[in-house]
T-cell receptor, first 119, second 117 residues
Framework: GAGVSQSPRYKVAKRGQDVALRCDPI?????LFWYQQALGQGPEFLTY????????KSGLPSDRFFAERPEGSVSTLKIQRTQQEDSAVYLC?????????????????FGPGTRLLVL | AQKITQTQPGMFVQEKEAVTLDCTYD???????LFWYKQPSSGEMIFLIY??????QNATEGRYSLNFQKARKSANLVISASQLGDSAMYFC??????????????FGKGTKLSVIP
């Protein structure tokens, strides 16, 4: 079946531009996550949705970052007035949120990421 | 707060040999899950294996097995019969299963595995 897809795969922005990154989760997955991965580091949590509800946005680095999932499926991560330090790979993941075993419920499946470069 | 430590920035292994990638974790939560992911140069994180803190047996998944030592807080990944396609970054991650409202994965910095023909 189709996995998590993200678009665009690559984005170059000038400092100060706004960008929007899209995530299409696996169909039927309740949970959706955004992570930021800096070069040479592991992913770091940004925000979490359960269906359309944003239950945790504690990882968003500033109020320039905004995420939404209005119909409980596709999600968009928006970064306003981009800065050079925003350059990173942005990963989206989804998980079923339900299942017989914990591993079935909780395993997160990742998309290919969007590589953002801010000049 | 949770913390994952992967002390090996890079590892080399001969093709067809076994290799162990180290992971130690720190948490005060009584219930948690441990995950290993593979990230090839293409960038996508691929789920490999899961171990629950209360699971009695070490997890296995094909050529992957997890050497879980709860008292030592370690969850090392063992890859048997290495293949050239195993060359990638490997990340250990943890998810708290105890506290309500805690859903995210905490990742280590990763280990770059290179398989030598």
């Amino acid at each position: 079946g189709a996995g998590v897809s993200q678009s665009p795969r690559y984005k170059v922005a000038k400092r100060g531009q706004d960008v929007a990154l899209r995530c299409d989760p696996i169909s039927g997955h309740v949970s959706l996550f955004w992570y930021q991965q800096a070069l040479g580091q592991g992913p770091e949590f940004l925000t979490y949705f359960q269906n359309e509800a944003q239950l945790d946005k504690s990882g968003l680095p500033s109020d320039r970052f905004f995420a939404e999932r209005p119909e409980g499926s596709v999600s968009t991560l928006k970064i306003q007035r981009t800065q050079q330090e925003d350059s990173a790979v942005y990963l989206c993941a989804s998980s079923p949120g339900q299942g017989a075993e914990v591993v079935d419920q909780e395993t997160q499946y990742f998309g290919p990421g969007t590589r953002l470069l801010v000049l | 707060a949770q913390k994952i430590t992967q002390t090996q920035p890079g590892m080399f292994v001969q093709e067809k040999e076994a290799v162990t990638l180290d992971c130690t974790y720190d948490t005060s939560d009584p219930s948690y899950g441990l995950f290993w992911y593979k990230q090839p140069s293409s960038g996508e994180m691929i789920f490999l294996i899961y171990q629950g803190s209360y699971d009695q047996q070490n997890a296995t998944e094909g050529r992957y097995s997890l050497n879980f030592q709860k008292a030592r807080k370690s969850a090392n990944l063992v890859i048997s019969a290495s293949q050239l396609g195993d060359s990638a970054m490997y990340f250990c991650a943890m998810r708290d299963l105890w506290r309500a409202g805690s859903y995210q994965l905490t990742f280590g910095k990763g280990t770059k595995l290179s398989v030598i023909p």
